[in-house]
């Protein structure tokens, strides 16, 4: 009998990806922004993703985004640069704790 050091059916140390080896992106998973949804792949199986991770997931595509509004940039630098542009630091302050305030735990 001859060994010879060919694998059956590749190349020697070429690794197959068969449907198990998937992402979770390439089997098709999709986004849910509905408060306690489930995402459902292709292959059938079910994940429960919280309200506070769609959230997270949310706050992460917002600040991630390209978008500037030029206009609005170029206002407050004419106010800024005027000296005409003042910040009322009691309301900035009441704002965050209204805003932590709706943030769940």
Known sequence: MKVSHKSVGGTPGQLETGKAGKSESARGLKHNTKPGANIAPKDGSKVDVSERAQMMQKAKDIASAQTVDEAKVARFQK???????????????????????????
Request: aromatic share 4%; no cysteine; proline share 4%.
């Open 79 to 105: 106010l800024i640069d005027e000296g005409n542009y003042h910040v009322d630091s009691e309301k900035i302050a009441d704002k965050l704790v209204e805003d932590h305030m709706l943030i769940p735990d």
